[in-house]
């Protein structure tokens, strides 16, 4: 009798050869899996890194300098400077308060030179960088004065303006100074609560760049102004809100 057919081991032989084959399979795909696994790696990880190791750079040099009992004797010497020292009086124009002392003095100040700035320039072409930094700046004309400077309920109209093609000297000295009263433009009356304020925090270009571009859009066309103008008047930063009749007539 053949002695395999009773032998359960050798009768699965087929089997045997099946579970092994499958489990070398098995056993390959194990190995590729594990050579081949790449880091998990985000978008956020990749960002974070770097952050992390700015961190610990910090964190070391801090470690490495001053201590915390250094940082904690500092902070008594400090305070003590503090407490002792006097603050400097600091008078910015936009905190002078009207009728102080310090504004009555501002507004007997001597008057500005306007005839300088205001003496005829040759016709020159206009640089249109400096027009395209006015109109960065003038965004904040059109909040009140409309977006073509077509005015609205709160502010009177650039465009068409005879204050704005005239003497450049009245332009600048509304920016630094505010306008305060009636005045008229293009033959109507305006008088608006509170008049303008000043904006003379803008530096000498940003006022040169967008007082040129009010002068030379929406229908307008005039000189530019150049930097060393409103340089020239800067002293009028601080006096009161400017009246019409302190303008030069257009
Ligand atoms: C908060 C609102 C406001 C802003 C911002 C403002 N103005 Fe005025 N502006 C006024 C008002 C109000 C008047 C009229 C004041 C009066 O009634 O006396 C005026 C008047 C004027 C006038 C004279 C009258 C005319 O229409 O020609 C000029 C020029 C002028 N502004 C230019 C400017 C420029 C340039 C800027 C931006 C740098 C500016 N304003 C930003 C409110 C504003």
Redesign the pocket.
């Known amino acids: 009798m053949d002695p395999s057919r009773d032998n359960p081991i050798l009768r699965f032989t087929a089997f045997w050869w099946g579970i092994g084959t499958f489990l070398i399979f098995a056993l390959l795909l194990a190995v590729v899996w594990v050579f081949n696994r790449s880091e998990p790696t985000t978008l956020e990880d990749a960002a974070a890194k770097p952050r992390y190791e700015t961190k610990a750079k910090i964190d070391a040099a801090q470690l490495a300098n001053i201590s915390a009992e250094n940082i904690e004797a500092a902070v008594v010497t400090v305070s003590k400077q503090l407490a002792t020292s006097k603050p400097i009086a600091v008078e910015k124009p936009e905190q002078i308060v009207p009728g102080s002392p310090t504004a009555v003095k501002m507004a007997a100040a001597p008057a500005v030179n306007t005839a300088a700035v205001d003496a005829p320039v040759a016709d020159a072409p206009i640089d249109p960088a400096v027009i395209e930094l006015g109109k960065a700046?003038?965004m904040?004309?059109a909040?009140?004065?409309g977006q073509n400077g077509e005015?609205g309920p709160?502010?009177?109209?650039?465009a068409g303006?005879d204050?704005?093609k005239g003497p450049v000297s009245?332009?600048i000295r509304?920016?630094l100074r505010g306008?305060?009263?009636?005045?008229s433009?293009s033959g109507k009356e305006?008088?608006?609560p509170?008049?303008?304020?000043p904006?003379s925090y803008?530096t000498d270009d940003q006022?040169a760049g967008?007082?040129t571009y009010?002068r030379n859009s929406f229908g307008n066309k005039a000189s530019a102004v150049k930097p060393e103008q409103v340089a020239a008047l800067r002293s009028e930063v601080g006096k009161p809100q400017i009246t019409?009749p302190e303008l030069t007539k257009p």
């Open positions: 700046s003038f904040l004309c909040a009140c004065h005015g709160i502010a009177p109209p650039l303006s204050w704005v009245n332009l509304i920016q306008l305060l009263g009636p005045i433009v305006y008088n608006m509170g008049g303008m304020a904006l803008q006022i967008v007082l009010v019409a």
